[in-house]
């Protein structure tokens, strides 16, 4: 099956002799869109009243909010007669891109639920043709258990990050509440830490521990990282099944949603942060999972891979100044992968359900005291340089597969928002390519934190996986509050 999708990327790559071409390809968005690594994010977007007939506010939308954004929304990825990638924008037919599937009518919710994960399914797992701009915006006018409607925006990787592409989701939206006012988004204190170099070496030179502490972490870190992208491997797991090609296989999607007020009474009953509790019930509920999948796989070596933005902002730019001359982060690809290893335990029911966030806390704190994910981004770009953005891409496409799982998050507005007068339910999101058996996304929206999954479908059990991710939540929130609630 990899055969056959790698010959079809081939075939789908387009050469160009002497085009005019608009801007030169970044070296990460090489890496996302080539032969060994292909990754789109797909973002869900619930409604909460259904759509009428007309739907012609979405085209209108796309035509004069969406497109302007950012000029790669209208351009494919071409190779000119230097070898060099480009983006050409080109004319684009909005019917090739906004697509509305029909359904059945007077069916049951049941019915619907099912229709809805299986084209969920195709979508995540589907490759975007290389000929055409790469996004789609799909119109699913059904209703479903949790929404009214849904629609689910599917962008390729190479096309900007997620700090990007959410700004450019959230642009076509308005405040419910007064569509004159702004969105209003969280610190982006809450989240992964950002890598901002100038701020980390003004402090460091006041201090010489903080110093050795940042050079040793740097080396042990890089060194880890350069070991599990290379020689090391996570062992064969419930979570993961090590299948080759499994970037093509399948997904099962899923999601849990939890009140961020709760996680934040949670977290300053122990003295964490949002990322500690959130990310240690994760860790928890995978454990929980492979404990119940085989019991010996408790102790097996697992590694998750968090994405972290290495943008030095505080805030949250606007497209507009994303894609200013002048702009601070400009709009693209700006992440690292941070290995963190999945919290042991002899036995999930024993253990103090808090050591798991106490333990995320102490490894993602070391991982902020270190310059290793920096170091490894510069170890990619000497690889690009020297051997070529593929081998680099197989580099990364190397170290995903090795791990275990993915971890990625976004930070949504806080208010209620809307699109032409139909208010958001609910926003949760997915990553599709990603050679392994699991990956896991969180974004917070009007006061609630949605944790998605997409699992191998046939391999994990997708319903057993999310219980055991409720069941971690509400031990650890037990284990931190008693009875306050």
Same mark, same amino acid.
């Given at each position: 099956m990899a055969t056959m999708l790698e010959n079809k990327q081939k075939q789908d790559h387009l050469m160009f002799e002497g085009v005019v071409v608009d801007e030169p390809v970044s070296p990460a968005s090489q890496y996302l869109n080539s032969l060994a690594l292909s990754i789109c994010i797909v973002a869900v977007v619930e409604f909460e009243i259904p759509f009428e007939n007309d739907l012609q506010f979405i085209f209108a939308m796309v035509n004069d909010v969406f497109l302007p954004i950012n000029p790669r929304f209208s351009s494919v990825m071409v190779t000119d007669e230097n070898g060099v990638k480009q983006w050409k924008k080109v004319e684009l037919r909005l019917e090739d891109h906004v697509k509305v599937p029909t359904y059945t009518a007077g069916a049951s919710l049941e019915f619907y639920d099912a229709c809805f994960r299986e084209y969920l399914t195709e979508i995540t797992t589907g490759q975007l043709p290389q000929s055409r701009p790469m996004w789609e915006i799909h119109i699913l006018t059904y209703p479903t258990s949790s929404a009214a409607g849904n629609v689910i925006f599917k962008i390729h990787h190479s096309l900007g990050d997620g700090y990007s592409l959410m700004g450019a989701l959230f642009t076509c939206f308005k405040r419910l509440d007064n569509p004159s006012l702004p969105l209003t988004l969280p610190s982006l204190g809450l989240e992964f830490p950002t890598n901002n170099h100038e701020d980390k070496m003004h402090r460091i030179v006041k201090n010489v521990s903080n110093m050795l502490s940042l050079f040793f972490n740097t080396v042990s870190n890089f060194t880890e990282s350069l070991l599990k992208s290379t020689v090391l491997e996570d062992d064969p797991t419930p979570i993961r099944s090590g299948n080759e090609g499994v970037e093509f296989l399948p997904l099962d999607i899923s999601n849990v949603t939890f009140s961020l007020d709760h996680v934040k009474q949670i977290k300053t009953a122990i003295g964490?942060?949002?990322?500690?509790?959130?990310?240690?019930?994760?860790?928890?509920?995978?454990?929980?999972?492979?404990?119940?999948?085989?019991?010996?796989?408790?102790?097996?070596?697992?590694?998750?891979?968090?994405?972290?933005?290495?943008?030095?902002?505080?805030? +949250?730019?606007?497209?507009?100044?994303?894609?200013?001359?002048?702009?601070?982060?400009?709009?693209?690809?700006?992440?690292?992968?941070?290995?963190?290893?999945?919290?042991?335990?002899?036995?999930?029911?024993?253990?103090?359900?808090?050591?798991?966030?106490?333990?995320?806390?102490?490894? %993602?704190?070391?991982?902020?005291?270190?310059?290793?994910?920096?170091?490894?981004?510069?170890?990619?770009?000497?690889?690009?340089?020297?051997?070529?953005?593929?081998?680099?891409?197989? +580099?990364?496409?190397?170290?995903?597969?090795?791990?275990?799982?993915?971890?990625?998050?976004?930070?949504?507005? %806080?208010?209620?928002?809307?699109?032409?007068?139909?208010?958001?339910?609910?926003?949760?999101?997915?990553?599709?390519?990603?050679?392994?058996? %699991?990956? %896991?996304?969180?974004?917070?929206?009007?006061?609630?934190?949605?944790?998605?999954?997409?699992?191998?479908?046939?391999?994990?059990?997708?319903?057993?996986?999310?219980?055991?991710?409720?069941?971690?939540f509400e031990r650890i929130s037990k284990a931190a509050l008693g009875d306050q609630l």
């Open positions: 964490a942060t949002l990322n500690d509790v959130i990310v240690g019930t994760l860790f928890y509920g995978v454990r929980m999972y492979m404990e119940s999948a085989m019991k010996v796989s408790s102790k097996a070596n697992s590694t998750a891979l968090v994405l972290l933005s290495t943008r030095a902002i505080k805030r +949250y730019q606007t497209c507009e100044e994303m894609v200013s001359r002048d702009s601070k982060s400009h709009w693209g690809n700006q992440f690292a992968f941070l290995h963190v290893p999945i919290t042991k335990a002899n036995d999930v029911d024993a253990v103090d359900p808090l050591q798991f966030v106490y333990d995320a806390r102490e490894i %993602i704190k070391k991982r902020k005291s270190s310059f290793g994910f920096f170091v490894t981004g510069k170890l990619i770009d000497m690889i690009r340089r020297f051997r070529g953005s593929e081998v680099a891409s197989q +580099y990364i496409h190397r170290t995903l597969r090795k791990a275990s799982m993915t971890v990625t998050n976004m930070i949504g507005p %806080i208010e209620k928002i809307a699109l032409a007068n139909y208010p958001c339910k609910g926003i949760y999101f997915m990553m599709g390519g990603s050679p392994q058996s %699991i990956s %896991i996304t969180m974004v917070s929206y009007n006061g609630k934190i949605r944790l998605a999954v997409g699992a191998e479908k046939s391999y994990i059990n997708i319903q057993v996986f999310m219980s055991c991710i409720e069941n971690a």
